[in-house]
């Protein structure tokens, strides 16, 4: 067992001198996370203005510090650590702050190894949800070069040696309890089991982001991560976009007004403005010579019939019409019946917008219409349709980390069913999402055999780097959705319901991109892997950095999570300003449970309701729970029960 040591700091925080005792404590190393740590207690409930406290000696049990001892250790405000202490005691003297346990306990992270930051708020990032802290600092700059901090000699400890061995500290975490040091330290193994030291200094690297979002809600983490990473953002994008405004130059080291629809100039004014989407974009970096995966494998992605048909015995399955006309001419002619219901949908689009399952002629035929004038008013005129087979079986929403051709993370969630999916639905009801929960339910034999269908698709589309957010149905999977105790969610077939054949998995779509913003939030936080950290990584051709960032926590994910999708019930104008916050903070308690969520409809906004064309909800939540899947459900269906906003 490690000794204890005893010291007393100095500070003047407030105008006045304060004397605060403090306990440290030098944990042993640990071989699966690059660093070693040192534990601080400082109690706060003996801070004195004029007394002293002895250090320098082991505190043994039933043996406090005492005495007077004529020095004190003066807090270095200037430094990493001492920032940070400072800012928790100033935390703790505002008025209404509870000070738990009367103390400050604090664990700082030391390298047991020199090299280079590879991301600078690694540990507020990995910590996200961790049960036990209140918070978490990283101390490093991007980039920052790193030197080992020798693990002191115990054997002959010094009285000013404790700001010394701090000052080497990369990070601090303070916990809620000094009861919680030891559970956190062996947490530590599991979130930073990963080489978040490089060997090398990773070079500098500028990207240029095409079409800034929507907002800031919708894309802090974005620049954030950008920023962490030591990468330069130059934003390019309309004239009048809100990230252009100076108040967001610390976010972009640049903006660049130009026209970004997708028409036929579009690569050459990319090209333009970066010396100066997707497909085009990819074209851009071929002719700059960035690095990028194939323009070809885009436009096999982007386009739902052509990567329908390079699936080996699956396209065959695939209708391609390329107007409403020639639909029209087909069921018109001696051609072979369609086996109802289908599924009809743009050849190009996103988001499952005009996107039917029908189950007649007439249903086709308003479908295909309305999926075939999707794209009428954009640059991008695509009248064309696809008709392929609805397909029984849980649908499921992948993400695929690529390095080199080889699958460095893979996850899945579980994608409840839509109104569209029921047996009788109306051919406008919407494949919009409802909820959507993680890690899947599914077996491990059916992950395994959708992960290598979907190892294989990307490799024939040409793609060999990349994050990629995927969707598809489990075809004869031995679970269902179906009701049990009152409990909705997937079970296990019984009896007849069996499958007849071994599961295969049937690709709806692949999207060369990392998920949406939702998705993107709700996997870092539950497995700890940034997607928009390596989409970046991968633009610049930094793998080595990519494939150490795709590294997930080392025992799994760290709770169920459901990302509950708040539906728009009714047409109108929103009334409520923040519908999802109001909701959270209305009912003690949901915050906790809770730890992402976004307002899409703000007040003033308005609704479409439920028979909108295009994807259109209130908001999402993303609810979880420590205990299990079905508790994490439950919660989320009683928000969606319960939750309500004004309309005008």
């Not at 052509?306 to 029209?328: C, V, Y």
């Not at 004038?373 to 064309?384: A, G």
């Not at 479409?608 to 939540?621: I, K, L, N, R, T």
């Not at 508790?631 to 269906?637: E, G, S, T, V």
């Amino acid at each position: 067992m490690r000794n204890t040591y005893a010291c007393s700091i100095y500070t003047d925080i407030q105008t006045k001198g304060m004397i605060i005792p403090l306990e440290w404590k030098i944990n042993p190393p640990s071989e699966l996370r690059y660093c070693w740590t040192v534990d601080v207690v400082f109690n706060v409930h003996l801070v004195s203005s004029a007394g002293e406290v002895n250090y320098s000696y082991p505190v043994h049990e039933g043996h406090k510090s005492s005495g007077n001892c004529p020095n004190n250790i003066p807090l270095d405000a200037s430094s990493p650590w001492g920032a940070y202490v400072i800012d928790n005691l100033r935390h703790l003297s505002q008025p209404g702050a509870e000070i738990l346990n009367d103390s400050i306990t604090i664990k700082f992270i030391f390298p047991d190894r020199s090299g280079f930051c590879i991301r600078s708020d690694f540990l507020q990032r990995r910590l996200e949800g961790y049960i036990g802290m209140s918070s978490a600092r990283s101390f490093l700059q991007p980039r920052q070069e790193i030197h080992h901090a020798t693990l002191p000699n115990e054997a002959h400890p010094n009285a000013f040696s404790l700001p010394e061995i701090l000052s080497n500290a990369v990070g601090g975490i303070v916990v809620k309890s000094a009861d919680a040091l030891d559970q956190l330290e062996t947490e530590l193994d599991n979130r930073l089991a990963f080489p978040w030291i490089s060997p090398r200094c990773p070079p500098f690297r500028r990207i240029a982001y095409v079409k800034g979002r929507w907002n800031m809600d919708h894309s802090k983490r974005i620049w954030e991560a950008a920023s962490a990473l030591g990468i330069a953002v130059v934003i390019i994008d309309e004239e009048g976009h809100w990230l252009q405004d100076s108040q967001w130059e610390h976010v972009r080291e640049g903006f660049i007004p130009v026209n970004v629809d997708t028409d036929e100039g579009f690569v050459e004014r990319l090209v333009t403005a970066v010396r100066g989407r997707m497909v085009q974009v990819a074209l851009a970096c071929e002719k700059l010579g960035l690095p990028t995966s194939p323009s070809a494998a885009f436009a096999i992605a982007a386009d739902k019939f052509k990567s329908r048909q390079i699936e080996p015995d699956e396209g065959a399955d695939a209708l391609w019409m390329p107007s409403i006309e020639h639909l029209k001419d087909f069921l018109s002619s001696d051609s072979p019946q369609i086996q109802y219901p289908v599924v009809v949908k743009p050849c190009i689009g996103w988001g499952s917008e005009c996107i039917s399952k029908v189950h007649n002629e007439r249903e086709l035929i308003q479908a295909a219409t309305r999926a075939s004038e999707r794209h009428s008013t954009s640059s991008v005129q695509r009248p064309d349709i696809m008709i392929e087979p609805y397909i029984e079986g849980p649908e499921i929403d992948a993400n695929v980390v690529l390095a080199d051709g080889e699958i460095v993370f893979f996850e899945v969630a579980d994608d409840f069913p839509s109104l569209a999916d029921r047996e009788q639905n109306k051919w406008d009801d919407p494949f919009q999402e409802t909820f959507m929960v993680l890690p899947t339910r599914l077996p491990q034999n059916e992950v395994e055999e959708m992960k290598n269908s979907l190892h294989r698709t990307l490799l024939r589309q040409g793609f060999r780097d990349g994050v990629f957010n995927c969707e598809g149905r489990v075809r004869y999977s031995c679970m269902q959705f179906a009701s049990h105790d009152g409990q909705y969610d997937l079970f296990e077939k019984m009896g007849d319901e069996a499958p007849p054949q071994k599961p295969t998995f049937y690709l709806h779509e692949i999207n060369a991109r990392p998920p949406g913003y939702y998705g993107n939030v709700a996997s870092n936080l539950t497995y700890g892997v940034d997607y928009y950290a390596l989409d970046i990584l991968c633009a610049v051709g930094d793998m080595q950095r990519f494939r150490a960032l795709a590294q997930p926590f080392r025992l799994g994910p760290q709770w169920w999570l459901v990302i509950t999708v708040i539906p728009e019930e009714k047409e109108g104008i929103m009334k409520t300003e923040d519908a999802c916050g109001d909701f959270i903070r209305k009912f003690p308690g949901l915050e906790a449970v809770i730890p992402d969520y976004m307002t899409y409809k703000k007040g003033g906004s308005r609704l479409d309701g439920p028979a909108a064309s295009h994807q259109s909800f209130v908001g999402y939540m993303s609810v979880i729970s420590r205990q299990n899947r079905e508790d994490a459900l439950q919660l989320a269906r009683r928000i969606r029960r319960d939750f309500v906003y004004e309309l005008t």
